[in-house]
């Protein structure tokens, strides 16, 4: 099984930046996409960022130019450098990496979900 972790939410003022951390451990052959979602209440999730194996990114139209996604490979880690955060940014972000097990099984994982509050 493959598990996720992740870092680096918290309470920021608008302007200010936050950088996410989500960190996958378990039975990987390889990490196929890693990317970042968001929910806020009263809204569905929604993608934030993603980012494959080859470094191709896709980013959502309001995060464009404020946001980074980036990935250490070798590490089965992924980031989200956010900067310039509105209040609009605020949700509860979810990492979520899907690719391959040693038994060469799929996986679609799910990290717990860290809160990001912008607000001043």
């Known amino acids: 099984q493959v598990q996720l972790v992740e870092s680096g939410g918290g309470l920021v003022q608008p302007g200010g930046s936050l950088r996410l951390s989500c960190a996958a451990s378990?039975?990987?052959?390889?990490?196929?996409?890693m990317g970042w979602y968001r929910q806020a209440p009263g809204n569905q999730r929604e993608l934030v960022a993603a980012i494959t194996s080859c470094g191709s990114t896709n980013y959502a139209d309001s995060v464009k130019g404020r946001f980074t996604i980036s990935r250490d490979n070798a590490k089965d880690t992924v980031y989200l450098q956010m900067n310039s955060l509105k209040p609009e940014d605020t949700a509860v972000y979810y990492c979520?990496?899907?690719?391959?097990?040693?038994?060469?099984?799929?996986?679609?994982?799910w990290g717990q979900g860290t809160q990001v509050t912008v607000s001043s």
């Open positions: 378990g039975s990987i052959f390889s990490s196929t996409a």
């Open positions: 979520n990496v899907n690719g391959l097990l040693k038994t060469l099984a799929p996986f679609y994982s």
